[in-house]
């Protein structure tokens, strides 16, 4: 909304220059974002005006915002008419058809027969120029000017091109066509009010005018409409038929029920003086009594409480006056006001606290904190979300931040059976698809990165899954890394260390579709599935233009974040040293580590430990083999072993091995 | 020559011996020959009767002052060998560069969130998190932003199936955390206070440039109390502020609207960069608008069944992107979704 600053001091009388002005505005909530020199000797304020103001949307109400600040009396134009032509019900009529009521509660109609249209005087195109308008014809800114000075839109038709001469009030035929004056062409349905008149649409109600009916330098007779829309009606009409203009925002913010005959006689009279013509005497008005004022009441106490200050009543019943609200009672305790009419947005208490604030200044409100102490939790998601991030960015993880929105066949590989949703109207045409999966996010990040060298990288989000009982958004945590499979199951089991995750974690060989096949694992915790590893895919590579193939991880977050902690006690320490023994195997490549590991537990007593040293291919191996190392710490709780007792163990577990995977060899 | 002046000698010549010894050998050779089992100093001792009785009992500490002086000088000598030993090996360079895995990084995003979010933990809010898949009850009706109003403008949303949407704003934690404690303890007088910050992701269609993005996050925060006056919200931004952005910081409230919030108020902060005097960064405003808050209106306590007379409260939601954009001098909010190395490794 671009205001003028020498029409509101034209309004008001105010004394300040336009950014003292612009700053008193901003201070009670009327936001100038920008003063700017319009020429002619004016300024433009351009504001930022929210939706519970509309009356701030004309230089009238911002007036009386100004007035209230200033202590000033608002200069409302004067209103004066000649009704020297016939009476306006002899003239033409307005019916309102069955169904249509709701939509239009007031309808006014004036009519002004044999107008000259021309230019309008210097100082009306001026004024509309500083507001970001454009000067048309003399009577066609009457109403674009009496609709920037008063909130009514309102609306010229050329009467003689109306058929019948006359108005009908109607919803809108299904499939009915409408262009309108700005050039679109638009299907109505019937949920669309109309002007209609003996023939056809002549304006969508609220929204534009029909090029039909168009003012033009042809015109002899205007008839002039003003009226109160139901602002959703016009709200669903301008966006679906995505016309929104000057009118339809207004309309649907809500206007001055009590301004549409004043507003109307208020334009007759200045298309009288710049066009010239003979106003009908009278006026068409379906509904004279629409506006009914409303009361609110505000309690002192509550107002005090609520700020967290006390403010002196005399001071409210001044902030108010100023404002123009009529005080219908008062006590000590609390008073009643009717706010004029174009205040509908205040009807509550809590609306009238915000005016006291608002008036008194913010800055009078103290920084006071009394509020009882409180104890704040942290919940386990929080606890998890921060040791996860901690423990990766120390083991040289870079965390990311990615989009949600993906394009549609990117997931699947990583979510086999995972029903993704698909947002209706994606900003980015390509990614439509929310993920269910966050591992090829972390991929495009490679992709991004490529010219780099060992990329550990991680994410923690939500995956979007569709199911039978509605939305499903599991927290995840997903892991990129170039050195391969087993370091991201470090990383994952460095994470239960860390946030002393208690219970038995399982292993068991189990690929998805993005995973080069034999290399996935998935890792469950006391029997519950978690976490999912293994190395992508070369199709999957190949997808996000990767060379080599990364691993990937993905674990649910909500089960390490709520299993249950180890407890933390004390477990005495052994009080017999114990012995190591190593063990080096030759096996072929089919005999994976999970079973080697299954064998020695079974084969070996008094284990204390089993340790995993190292994977050995190279020379001395026979093709098809590969060297498995591994070392026993074993342990008695009663007693020092002896060499003897460890090397018993020893030949137990290698005559187990030897006998479990044939054609495997001691190296 | 009296027996005191022999063993003066003595011990000259033992300090010159440990002095020139410059190998552990010669070294335990002069200890042998002077403080051993069978050295010059245990043979004065064993002639101290030759001393006239009057004197014996000075000879006597005389004796042992000079034999705990030597054995000092043997250890300094012993330390002095020693170093020289170890010498013969190169001397690390301690300029060289440190060695140590590389670290990685938190997103610069998590980090203020992280920040802004253990702020208000210590005052007492505890964080909670909430569905970004959304009902248009949660998301619009809930927080008095009625169908068909233009408030809903302003939160164009992303649309799913069956009626559900992204949230275009976290203050659907708000309702989700009032329902839940009112399912708990009731909205009445047995309620307990409320107090919590939510911070998460929100979506709403806009083109993407250097300043918007279709996805954001945001950090809500929510208190409920018998007495919350907008005072106490003052009070608790303000010491927010100087905490995020050091003691000197100014803070202003400007009325505003927001459809959950009477009376509202935009909060700004005074520009870090130059202290309130106007720079590129504040738009020479010498503000920076930090976000909305306002005292819960009556309609959303309505709408989740607290009663509206006994308790008040206060909310309030930043824009975490914008806030980081100011704070880190980002240029483009697209930087924190590309995830560019270089970038990332800056924080």
């Known amino acids: ?667 | 020559m009296p027996l005191l002046d022999e063993v003066e000698a003595m011990r000259e010549e033992a300090e010159k011996a440990i002095a020139g010894a410059d190998s552990p050998d010669a070294l335990e050779a002069a200890r042998v020959a002077y403080l051993g089992r069978s050295g010059k100093l245990k043979d004065f001792m064993s002639r101290i009767r030759e001393v006239p009785a009057d004197q014996k009992k000075a000879a006597g500490q005389r004796l042992n002052e000079i034999k705990s002086g030597l054995e000092t000088l043997f250890a300094g000598a012993k330390d002095r060998i020693g170093a020289k030993a170890v010498c013969a090996r190169p001397l690390p360079d301690p300029t060289l560069p440190g060695r140590i895995q590389p670290l990685g990084s938190v997103h610069p995003l998590t980090q203020a969130l992280e920040r802004f979010a253990g702020i208000f933990e210590r005052l007492g809010f505890t964080v909670r998190q909430g569905p970004e898949i959304e009902d248009v009850f949660h998301n619009f009706d809930a927080l008095n932003m009625p169908d068909d109003h233009p408030v809903r403008d302003q939160a164009d949303t992303f649309a799913l199936e069956d009626n559900a949407i992204l949230r275009s704003q976290t203050s659907t934690v708000q309702i989700r955390v009032m329902e839940e404690h009112v399912g708990r303890h009731g909205g009445g007088a047995g309620m307990p206070p409320i107090r919590i910050v939510s911070p998460g992701r929100t979506y709403r269609p806009d083109a993407v440039d250097a300043t918007h993005h279709y996805s954001f996050s945001q950090i809500e925060g929510l208190a409920v109390d018998r007495d919350v006056a907008m005072a106490d919200l003052k009070g608790f931004l303000g010491m927010f502020a100087r905490e995020t952005f050091g003691s000197g910081v100014k803070t202003r409230f400007r009325p505003s609207f927001f459809p959950f919030t009477e009376p509202s108020a935009e909060m700004d902060v005074s520009c870090v960069f130059c202290g309130g005097k106007g720079c590129r960064v504040c738009k020479r405003q010498g503000w920076v608008e930090l976000g909305g808050c306002g005292m819960v209106d009556p309609n959303v306590f309505d709408a989740v069944g607290i009663d509206r007379e006994l308790f008040t409260g206060f909310a309030f939601g930043f824009g975490i992107e914008r806030v980081a954009m100011f704070m880190l001098g980002v240029d483009d909010i697209r930087r924190f979704t590309e995830n560019d190395l270089r970038f990332l490794r800056q924080f």
Request: proline share 6%; aromatic share 6%; glycine share 8%.
């Open chain 1, 1 to 667: 909304m671009i205001l003028s600053y020498k029409w509101l001091r034209e309004l008001t009388g105010a004394e300040l220059g336009p950014r003292e002005l612009a700053d008193s505005l901003t201070r009670v909530g009327l936001n100038v974002e920008e003063v700017e020199d319009a020429g002619f000797g004016d300024h433009s304020m351009n504001a930022d005006i929210t939706t519970n103001r509309p009356d701030w949307l004309c230089h009238l109400g911002v007036a009386h915002e100004i007035a209230a600040i200033q202590k000033l009396q608002v200069r409302a134009p004067a209103i004066s008419l000649e009704e020297t032509g016939p009476a306006v019900d002899t003239l033409t009529s307005v019916a309102v058809l069955p169904g249509a009521e709701e939509a239009c509660p007031r309808y006014t109609i004036r009519v002004i027969r044999g107008v000259k249209v021309g230019p309008s005087p210097d100082w009306v195109r001026e004024r509309l120029l500083a507001i970001g308008q454009r000067p048309i014809n003399n009577v066609v800114d009457v109403t674009n000017l009496v609709c920037f000075e008063m909130n009514q839109p309102l609306h010229a038709f050329d009467m003689r091109k109306l058929a019948g001469g006359r108005i009908i009030l109607r919803m809108a035929g299904a499939g009915e066509k409408f262009n309108a004056i700005t050039g679109e062409k638009c299907v109505l349905d019937p949920t669309m009010l109309v002007i209609a008149d003996a023939e056809k649409a002549v304006a969508l109600a609220g929204v534009k005018g029909g090029e039909n009916t168009e003012v033009d330098d042809s015109t002899v007779d205007v008839l002039l409409e003003s009226a109160w829309f139901q602002p959703g009606s016009v709200r669903r009409a301008a966006r679906k038929t995505r016309m929104a203009s000057e009118s339809s925002y207004r309309f649907e913010r809500g206007i001055d029920p009590g301004m549409t005959a004043r507003a109307s006689a208020r334009a007759a009279q200045l298309i009288l003086e710049f066009a010239g013509g003979e106003l009908a005497a009278d006026v068409i008005d379906t509904n004279p009594d629409l506006a009914v004022p409303h009361e609110a009441s505000l309690r002192f106490a509550r107002c005090d409480k609520l700020l967290g200050y006390a403010v002196d009543p005399k001071e409210i019943d001044e902030i108010f006056a100023g404002l123009g609200l009529e005080t219908v009672s008062r006590t000590a305790e609390a008073i009643t006001v009717r706010p004029p009419t174009f205040r509908q947005d205040l009807k509550r208490e809590a609306d009238l606290v915000e005016e006291v604030a608002r008036l008194a200044g913010y800055d009078r409100i103290p920084e006071t904190v009394t509020m009882p102490l409180m104890l704040s939790h942290v919940m386990p998601e929080t606890r998890a979300g921060r040791i996860v991030r901690e423990t990766l960015s120390a083991l040289g993880y870079h965390e990311c931040v990615t989009d949600s929105f993906v394009p549609a066949d990117w997931c699947p590989p990583f979510a086999p059976g995972s029903r993704q949703y698909e947002v209706r109207n994606p900003v980015n045409a390509e990614r439509p698809a929310l993920r269910s999966s966050l591992a090829p996010s972390l991929l495009e990040v490679r992709r991004t990165n490529r010219l780099e060298n060992d990329v550990r990288l991680f994410e923690i989000g939500r995956g979007y899954v569709k199911t039978e009982a509605g939305p499903d958004e599991p927290r995840r945590l997903a892991i990129v890394d170039d050195r391969g499979v087993e370091y991201a199951r470090g990383a994952v089991e460095a994470l239960l260390k860390a946030l002393s995750v208690s219970g038995t974690v399982g292993i068991a060989e189990s690929d998805l579709p993005g995973y080069l096949p034999g290399s996935g694992a998935a890792l469950s915790l006391d029997g519950v599935p978690f976490a999912r590893i293994g190395q992508v895919s070369p199709g999957e590579a190949a997808r996000f233009d990767l060379d080599a193939a990364p691993a990937v991880a993905e674990v649910e977050m909500a089960v390490i974040s709520s299993a249950p902690e180890n407890e933390r006690a004390y477990r005495p320490l052994p009080r017999f040293p114990g012995i190591r023994r190593d063990v080096s195997l030759s096996v072929p490549e089919a005999v994976k580590w999970a079973r080697i590991e299954k064998t020695v537990r079974s084969a070996a007593t008094l284990l204390d430990r089993l340790e995993f040293v190292s994977l050995y291919r190279g020379k001395g191996l026979e093709p098809g083999f590969k060297g498995m190392a591994f070392a026993m710490h074993l342990r008695a709780a009663d007693r020092s072993l002896t060499d003897a007792d460890a090397n018993q163990v020893r030949d137990a577990v290698v005559a187990a091995c030897l006998a479990v995977f044939p054609g495997s060899a001691l190296r």
